[in-house]
């Protein structure tokens, strides 16, 4: 059973910075990128960075130069460094795994995961 477990949100003043932290847990053959959405109040979830294994990284272009994404293969592990944070950066924040093998039955298999979510509240 793979799971993702995000840490690192919280309350930060505008121009302040967070660093997110997402780890996927459990026999895992391979990962093929990792990534972060946000969804705000009312609005529609939207993708914010993503980075593959071999380290091709992608940004939303609101977030481009402030925000870092990140990834240590040996551990799972994925990162956001959100520098000068706005208060429209306020959202929940999920971890997401594409294409994550596992072996089930003998088998490789493949299956996307998401994390629970963790809140970025950036305000005054």
């Known amino acids: 059973q793979v799971q993702l477990v995000e840490s690192g949100g919280g309350l930060v003043q505008p121009g302040g910075s967070l660093r997110l932290s997402c780890v996927a847990s459990g026999t895992i053959f391979s990962i093929f990128a990792m990534g972060w959405y946000r969804q705000a109040p009312g609005k529609q979830r939207e993708l914010v960075a993503t980075?593959?294994?071999?380290?091709?990284?992608n940004y939303i272009d609101s977030v481009k130069g402030r925000f870092t994404i990140s990834g240590d293969n040996a551990k799972n592990t994925v990162y956001l460094q959100m520098n000068n944070l706005k208060p429209e950066d306020t959202a929940l924040y999920y971890c997401?795994?594409?294409?994550?093998?596992?072996?089930?039955?003998?088998?490789?298999?493949?299956?996307?995961?998401w994390g629970q979510g963790t809140r970025v509240t950036v305000s005054s």
């Open positions: 997401y795994a594409d294409r994550i093998q596992t072996f089930w039955a003998g088998k490789l298999v493949s299956s996307d995961y």
């Open positions: 980075i593959t294994t071999s380290g091709t990284s």
